[in-house]
């Protein structure tokens, strides 16, 4: 895996080769040495972990792209569709049971 033009694997292996060389370390350091690369390999490679190659959901995802659907306001939750019926629907509705000259005198 590469880090800003970095190999982090490659860095990893030759620190453990030196670590392994090297005869002048204590016992303690080494295995401090050697705890500290399997924490710093574990934490590569859950760097490149997602959604697609591990149990994360997809909502976990760091750097994804937010979805741009539009969201509600206020102003928003009181307007509604228009109602809209089938084509070809013929239409029924009340008639008044009083023309409308007549109520208005």
Known sequence: MKIENI???DSIKAAKKQV???TSLS???RKTIELLILIIN???NKIGLNS???SIPPSQDPNRDKDKKKRRTRK???KKR???TQKGHDGSTLTS???RSDWLN
Do not use: A, F, Q, R
Request: aromatic share 0%; hydrophobic share 25%.
């Open 97 to 99: 049971s009083h023309p």
């Open 52 to 54: 697609t190659n591990s």
């Open 82 to 84: 228009k109602p809209v």
């Open 76 to 78: 928003d939750k009181g």
């Open 7 to 9: 190999n982090i694997t």
């Open 42 to 44: 574990l934490l590569v």
């Open 27 to 29: 016992p303690s350091m």
């Open 20 to 22: 392994d060389e090297d």
